[in-house]
């Protein structure tokens, strides 16, 4: 397997512009020995240009939490995959389920977003995943079923050479829940296969797929440990240098 491991960092709504500038400076020292591992923070808009700046020349890369799918236009206070790029940003994430909770975030809107990305170059971070009700309904599979069919509508496999999965349990983000070694294990192995049978057998083999729901430094390496888990979205976790580090640097 030649998947290299990625670690992100959602920094959601938390730290101000110095804030941000002075967690990614310390991250950036403290991951100075990191090879093998990528590693990627996704600070808020109004940071986006101050951390990257920061972080030129390391081995953090910086990524948005969200974009808006048109170029350019009357779209008040949206921002356009072009603008993030400008940034010196290099992923984005798209259709994490606070956005689709909150903000009315769809399948359909989770599509153009991708295609916006990949136009501008952006590597998208695409997540995915059920709520409690539909886990104990045994609704999971059919809900990431639809979200990856939905939101991958009318790609072809060239598109999204650069695509990563996140599967995201929503009844374990920011609730200290996980999901079971033997839960991810399913959910990554069916979302490998299911991209398989979209695209073809070598894609699959090559795309990353990350698991976040409470990563921890207590469980990252346990999670690691499976087969089909490409790295992690931490959330809370990663605003913390200190703790992140000790994600990030599960195999040693």
Known sequence: MNRTPLIAGNWKMYKTGSEAVETAEKLAKLSTGIISTDIMIAPTYLSLPLVTQKLLGTNVKVGAQNLYFEKEGAYTGEVSAEMIKDTGAEYVIIGHS???????????SVCKKIKAATEASLIPVLCIGESEKERDGKNTFSILD???????KDFVSDDLKTLVLAYEPIWAIGTGKTASADQVEEVHKYLRSLIGQLFSADFAKNIRILYGGSVKPENVKKLMAIEDVDGALVGGASLDPDKFIKIIGFDN
């Open 98 to 108: 606070e956005r689709r909770q909150f903000f009315g975030e769809t399948d359909k």
């Open 146 to 152: 639809k979200q990856v069919k939905n939101g991958l």
